[in-house]
């Protein structure tokens, strides 16, 4: 895949990450993988993405540079480079474009079809700030594989029907029936489709699936201060009865993730002034 340029080391760094990553993934199972996963985004970001919010959204404005982002997170582009994901194995990318005082920009959602109540409560939290800031949205794609896996998950849901369940959310919380696009894989050259928005156009591009070995340079990077400040919590039910988190002054509300990893304070997002922002939920 063609990087671009001025991003391409950092980028790089990123990209073994990820390999790594799935190998550990495969190893260590799924909890510790996504606690590795928001900590790595954390170092990214500090590096070359401004991270504003927590669960897994980042606010960025960019408006050259590609920026790619992993499963189980988000990213909203308030200007006009492209946001991608890494490949999509049977995964559901759901992103749109919008106008906001007369310019463009983009969002994109990546996650696997289990997780589509995260998704769910992603793309909530992005129509949320993108109503703040009073952005039109004009176009919402969503990205599926063309042959979905067969898996049949604990509650009956293959796979297709989570991607028919997810057209139709998507469909009534925009209010705008989404482009369908469908990608593909090439399971005999190892590679799959990537997500890729930008103003001017969606597509998907067939990507080799990164495997390679860990990197060791990347444990270089001093590992994130832990804020030692607390806030009591208002613990929710979302509409699946997963706990979820409020905030007692800004009432922004988490995604299912905070509540079991509250030390990650980027999986709660605060209005910008919240005197919370930066510190650990815990409960009463
Ligand atoms: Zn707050």
């Known amino acids: 895949m063609v990087r671009k340029t001025s991003m391409r080391s950092k980028n790089k760094r990123v990209k073994r990450n990820t390999k790594s990553r799935r190998i550990k993934r495969k190893i260590k199972g799924r909890r510790i993988k996504r606690k590795t996963k928001s900590r790595r985004i954390k170092r990214k970001s500090r590096k070359n993405i401004k991270l504003v919010g927590g669960g897994g959204i980042l606010e960025i404005t960019e408006n050259s540079n590609e920026t790619e982002f992993e499963q189980s997170h988000a990213v909203i582009n308030y200007g006009l480079g492209p946001i991608s994901t890494y490949n999509l194995v ?26 589509y109540l995260e998704q769910q409560t992603k793309l909530y939290q992005i129509k949320t700030r993108l109503d703040t800031h009073k952005a039109i949205i004009t ?68 990507t080799p699936i990164r495997i390679t070995p860990l990197n060791t340079t990347d444990l270089s990077i001093p590992p994130t201060p832990r804020p030692s400040e607390t806030f009591i919590a208002i613990v929710l039910n979302n509409a699946n009865g997963k706990k979820i988190y409020q905030c007692p002054i800004c009432k922004s509300i988490t995604g299912t993730a905070a509540p079991l990893n509250p030390e990650d304070i980027t999986l709660f997002t605060h209005k910008y002034d919240c005197p919370n922002k930066f510190k650990i939920p815990k409960e009463n």
């Open 139 to 206: 176009q919402i794609i969503l990205f599926r594989i063309d042959v979905p896996a067969l898996d049949v998950y604990g509650s009956g849901l293959t796979t297709q029907k989570i991607i028919e369940l997810m057209i139709d959310y998507s469909g009534s919380l925009f209010s705008l029936p989404p482009i369908i696009h469908t990608y593909s894989c090439d399971i005999s050259t190892l590679r799959c489709g990537k997500a890729i928005i930008s103003p001017t156009e969606y597509k998907s591009e067939i």
């Open 90 to 115: 049977n995964c559901i990318a759901i992103g749109g474009m919008f106008e906001l005082d007369g310019k463009p920009g983009t969002f994109l959602t990546h996650e696997s079809p289990l997780d």
